[in-house]
């Protein structure tokens, strides 16, 4: 009996309304820039998943329920036409498992004979021409991201459980031919739910893996496996999210599942013409193939039903079909002969993409005109091309672009409440939102309370291939005790970039140290509505990072001592039984014994057959106590650390020693973080550290003490830069806190770098060296961009009118005392005389080719004449421009002109120059900087300091560039001298040696490691309210 013809309203016409179906939001307009697929984290989803396990009844997506609704056709009851409706969808029972909506039907093959005899003319020419294409068009593609990028090499992994290898070898030839790398992971077929999504969650966070494709067993294909893969990493196109956009359109965004897209081909070519009007059965088809091919067919003007193997009209629909899409097993029950000659079918049940038989059935063996093989081959090439635009967007990603970046709101009032009050009353972005608005990605940043967060130097990995932003540095004229606000201003600039110009910027600040936050200088956060917010918490202890530097320290000081213990109280014997002891009747040497024993030059690994000269060699460094330099520290002003002894104890048996304390931002560990360009490099500084001489006056290391692990064990966390937020929401790292006249003054190498490649090409990085040019900005140029390698575009030197009028001869500015009169009222012939200082500056700056800016920070004492006479002069002694400043009363809306005046100095040419060859000698390389710098004379070293400069240059130390120890009020060594001191000699009392920083550092004068309290500190108003919790009196 003839089966009735099905009514053409059955069939799902091509139509726009699916977008109604889709529950899943819209990607956000705050997407993460850096993800191309937007701001989704595939570890979230993953750990969301695992976190917030749902219940049996609703195992499936609400995507997925409502896109996946076979049409169920009608039937005639009664010579009545039911209306076509959604047939209801099977839900998870607890004893069946996965269901089979979820499953990805691979590698079952279809049994129908109907299929194995059908006829398809060029099938083989068909799959072997559109392969071809596509794998030569990928190839060149790469081709060209390679020239562009040459150290890039897109990765596909391929996780695996089992040991099934169908279809490994073709992906893995695919591959190779496009020139794609892969990584094959084969995870025990036993493995969890949970297991698996901890493997995926690896992969996704890991930036040398572009591309994730799962190949499981069956029961292992759940919801939360799929979308525990990240939405950019997603080469199969099987993520809610990828479906989520194909659905709505978004093409050029999303992921095309690489089957859907095979046989779409495939009936295009079959068709040899378009698919327009023709009717596509989709038979057996499920799961994320269902939803693709949904969308694709109807995109192409296909009318598509979907249905199962038992469904009641079957025999009629596959009558009515132009084309089938087979996509599981036919039942056994299902007769031959329901199939016409003349019909089209495609058959993707055997899918190599999925790995392993979803049925646990064996492929049943295709004749050679069927579509299967095909399907599978070309699937697999259009997988290795979306790796490639994967790794396209990826590249795109990193490129630059203007953040997407909500600044915070300023409502300056007047007169300009204290600092803390300012700070209070601005609310701070929670620090992992502005961590995603600067393209962070998630596990690139450890948080730490709600306003400050650590970022991981694995992002200098993922941005390699960016190109850097503009790099400006702060410096300033030679201040009063109160400071000029270089820090005020570093911050204002960065809000007028950012806030007011929509320029991405960074400012990059020192840690302020504890002592002057106590003692009379204050914080450092910037002041007014210019500032790093909270400001307690940046000027306090932040992420612990200095108390880390004071740990490593002290910890090396303890091991000098107590290795001088020792020595001296045991033979050789007894210490090389206690320095390699026997552990479980084995002596072994540990990894840096091993290297000490290198270093000795001897060749033997076995500790059992040293002599005994070689043992005596081992365990003696024989330390000569007058030579210490290892100083222990404190992170506290305390005079009375200046000079001490230790070791008055009886148990330290009569080894007493004179030593000192130094404040914990004058440690070698503080500019060897400063200085640093990574873990590796830090601890390989650290090993370097030489703390003293042995008695034949060689140098003895951290190294030999055998420390070194050790402290770079404690330096670990403190390594990684601090992300915070300006009062306008504005991004801030703060690392490091080295000062600049005792030290080399400037904030990390690391943090630089970091924030050059996050800002990209067009943004700018502004960062801050202390007191004056003559010290901070010459230790800039001549030791740190020797170690990072980076030049700046401009220099902003930063000028106050009080400060000028000091080096005019106004009288001493005290701290904590009332200005006088001279500096509060208008003097122009006092800011004129004073103008020397800021011209000697400007031609510092200038010695090193670089453009300058300056910078005037307007006090409401400051007249216009005097703001303009100071601004003239300043022109006319070589700056770019010069203008006035008043971000410290109007925020980042006062530094606009600043910010205006410095995008236009970037982009002049400079040609910037070293002062000096670091192959000079060392008094050669410290007269350079006394005469070229701070114009003295000539230099006059004491005996100490000739010896000490003769043994450094003996122990092959000559060739590192010098840090000079020295006064930040004055030009030359006497505090009291100011404006531009002129035919004085400059007297070098000693040099000590920072071998791990890589810096000699004279001392000039009587410059002292350890700071003083006055007698008034700062903390006599510093308090906390006990009901709030609220720190009073930071300023």
Known sequence: MPQPRLTDSCWSRPRSVRRELLPAPRPSPQANNSSPLGSISGSEIALAALQRPLPDTMRLSVL????????????????????????????????????????????????WDRLEKQQVTGSGGVQSSAARQIIESSRKALNLLEREHPTFKPTLSIVQTGEDDLGQEMIRNIAEEIGLNILHICLPHDYTENEIIKEIVKLNENPKIHGLLLRLCKESY?????????????????????????????????????????????????????????????????????VSLQCLLQRKGAITMSCLWKTKQLQTMLHDADMVVVGSTKPKEIPLTWMTPEMTTVDCSHDILWGQNASGEQPVKHNDHTLGEAVGQLAVVLCMQNLVKISERWIRAQQYKNWNLRCLKLQPLSPVPSDIEISRGQSPKAIDVLAREIGLLADEIEIYGQTKAKVCLSL??????????????????????????????TIGLVQALTGHLKVNSFACLRQPSQGPTFGVKGGAAGGGYAQVIPMEEF??????????????????????????????????????????????GERKFSTIQLARIKRLGITKMDPDILTADEINRFVRLDIDTSTITWQ?????????????????????????????????????????????????????????????????????????????????????????????????????????????????????????????????????????????????????????????????????????????????????VTAGAPLKKEYTDENLKLVSDGCSNLRKQIEIAQQFGVPVVVALNVFRTDSPAEVDLVCEIAKQSGASDAVPCNHWSDGGRGAVELAQAVKRAANQQRSFRYLYDLELPIVEKIRIIAQKIYGAEDIELSPTAQSQINCYSEQGFGNLPICMAKTHLSLSHMPEWKGVPTGFILPISDVRASIGAGFIYPLVGTMSTMPGLPTRPCFYDIDLDPDTEEVKGLF
Not at 469 to 481: D, E
Not at 559 to 573: F, M, P, V
Not at 636 to 646: E, G, S
């Open 64 to 111: 997925r329920q409502l896109a996946w609704r076979p049409v169920v056709l009608a039937a005639k009851q009664g010579g009545k036409k039911k209306s076509c409706g959604p047939r209801k969808l099977p839900l998870l029972r607890p004893a069946t498992g996965c269901p089979a909506v979820l499953l990805p039907h691979r590698g079952i093959c279809c049994t």
């Open 222 to 290: 759940t919801s939360k496996i799929l979308n525990a893969v990240k939405p950019g990493k997603d080469v199969n196109g099987a993520t809610d999210f990828n479906l989520a956009r194909l659905m709505h359109g978004e093409m050029h965004e999303c992921v095309v599942p690489p089957t859907a897209s095979a046989v779409i081909k495939l009936l295009e070519e079959l068709a040899c013409a378009t698919l327009e009007g023709k009717k596509v059965l989709l038979l057996g088809v499920q799961g994320p193939l269902e």
């Open 460 to 489: 200098l990995e993922r941005l390699k291939d960016q190109p850097d932003g503009k790099y400006v540095l702060v410096a300033g004229i030679t201040p009063t005790p109160l400071g000029e606000g270089k820090s005020t201003v």
């Open 539 to 584: 000027n306090l202890h932040l992420t612990g990072d200095i108390h880390a530097i004071t740990a490593a320290n002290n910890l090396l000081a303890a091991a000098i001592d107590a290795r001088i213990l020792h020595e001296n109280t045991q033979s050789d014997k007894a210490l090389y039984n206690r320095l390699v002891p026997l552990v479980h």
């Open 632 to 812: 222990r520290v404190i992170d506290t002003n305390d005079r009375f650390l200046r000079k001490i002894t230790v070791g008055q104890a009886s148990t330290e048996k009569g080894f007493s020693r004179q030593t000192r304390f130094d404040i914990a931002v004058a440690s070698e560990i503080m500019a060897i973080l400063a200085l640093t360009s990574g873990l590796s490099d830090m601890k390989e500084r650290m090993g370097k550290i030489v703390v003293a001489n042995d008695k034949k006056g060689e140098p003895v290391t951290a190294e030999d003490l055998g420390v070194t692990g050790a402290l770079t064990v404690l330096m670990k966390d403190a390594i990684k830069p601090t992300l915070m937020q300006t009062l306008e929401g504005t991004p801030v790292f703060v690392h490091a806190g080295p000062f600049a006249n005792i030290a080399h003054g400037n904030s990390s190498v690391l943090a630089d770098k970091i924030a050059l490649k996050l800002v990209g090409k067009e943004g700018f990085v502004v960062t801050e060296a202390g007191f004056g040019a003559d010290i901070g900005m010459e230790k800039f140029f001549n030791i740190k961009c020797r170690a990072s390698g980076l030049v700046p575009s401009v220099v902003v030197l930063v000028a106050t009118v009080r400060a000028l009028k000091m080096h005019g001869g106004g009288p001493n």
